[in-house]
T-cell receptor, first 110, second 114 residues
Framework: DGGITQSPKYLFRKEGQNVTLSCEQN?????MYWYRQDPGQGLRLIYYSQIVNDFQKGDIAEGYSVSREKKESFPLTVTSAQKNPTAFYLC?????????FGPGTRLTVL | SQQGEEDPQALSIQEGENATMNCSYK?????LQWYRQNSGRGLVHLILIRSNEREKHSGRLRVTLDTSKKSSSLLITASRAADTASYFC??????????????WGLGTSLAVNP
C-alpha cells in the first residue's frame, strides 16, 4: 500500500528536550511538507522540501529543524527553542497539486 | 500565511440535508482544493477546481468557483453522519512558479446529526 506514515502517534516531551518526529512516504513524491495544527485552527506551514537535500522555511519555522537526505524521509525536530510546542503535527507529500497527508503526531510538552 | 477564509466556521445540520460551505481568498490562484479532516486525523483531498473552471462534481460533492469574487463554495448533498468533519479550502497561487505550497483557510466544522 502506498502512503505516508508518521510516528509516533502520541509523543510526550519534557521542557528543554529536543524531539524528532518521523515522516516516511512511499509515493515517490518529490515534495514534502510539515504543518502544525492547534485546536480549532487551520494548518500552518513549518518547513517544506521540493527535492532531496533542499528545504525552505515556512511561516512558523522558528524552533524547528528538518533534513531531507532521502526522497522518502522528511524528519522534523522540535527543539527546546520552540516555546509552545504542544500541538498536532501533520506531514504531507505531493507530486503536483494534491497533497497526501499522514495520520499526524500529537506532541504534548509536560 | 492564511489567505482563505471559510464561512461559516461551524455548521450543524440533520442527516439528509444539504451542507454548503464557502471559501474566500485574496490573490489570483492557479487552483483551489477542498480537503476533509476527521477529528484527530490527517486531511484527505476531496476535489480540485482550476481557475478556468466554474463548477465541478464528484459524487455528492459540488464545487463552484467565482474568480471575479475570489470565492468558492462546497456543497455536500444528502448529508450523512459520516460527513461530520472539518472542511478546509486551500489555494495554489498563480504566482507560485516552482514553489509548490498551498495556502490554507481556517476550516468549517460540519456536524451532521442522525
Amino acid at each position: 500500500d502506498g502512503g505516508i506514515t508518521q510516528s509516533p502517534k502520541y509523543l510526550f516531551r519534557k521542557e528543554g528536550q529536543n524531539v524528532t518526529l518521523s515522516c516516511e512516504q512511499n509515493l515517490n513524491h518529490d515534495a514534502m511538507y510539515w504543518y502544525r495544527q492547534d485546536p480549532g485552527q487551520g494548518l500552518r506551514l513549518i518547513y517544506y522540501s521540493q527535492i532531496v537535500n533542499d528545504f525552505q522555511k515556512g511561516d512558523i519555522a522558528e524552533g524547528y529543524s528538518v533534513s531531507r537526505e532521502k526522497k522518502e524521509s522528511f524528519p522534523l525536530t522540535v527543539t527546546s527553542a520552540q516555546k509552545n510546542p504542544t500541538a498536532f503535527y501533520l506531514c504531507a507529500s505531493s507530486a503536483l497539486n494534491e497533497q497526501f497527508f499522514g495520520p499526524g503526531t500529537r506532541l504534548t510538552v509536560l | 500565511s492564511q489567505q482563505g477564509e471559510e464561512d461559516p466556521q461551524a455548521l450543524s445540520i440533520q442527516e439528509g440535508e444539504n451542507a454548503t460551505m464557502n471559501c474566500s481568498y485574496k490573490t489570483s490562484i492557479n487552483n483551489l482544493q477542498w480537503y476533509r479532516q476527521n477529528s484527530g486525523r490527517g486531511l484527505v483531498h476531496l476535489i480540485l477546481i482550476r481557475s478556468n473552471e466554474r463548477e465541478k462534481h464528484s459524487g455528492r460533492l459540488r464545487v463552484t468557483l467565482d474568480t471575479s469574487k475570489k470565492s468558492s463554495s462546497l456543497l455536500i448533498t444528502a448529508s450523512r453522519a459520516a460527513d461530520t468533519a472539518s472542511y478546509f479550502c486551500a489555494t495554489y497561487l498563480r504566482a507560485s512558479g516552482n514553489n509548490r505550497k498551498l495556502i490554507w483557510g481556517l476550516g468549517t466544522s460540519l456536524a451532521v446529526n442522525p
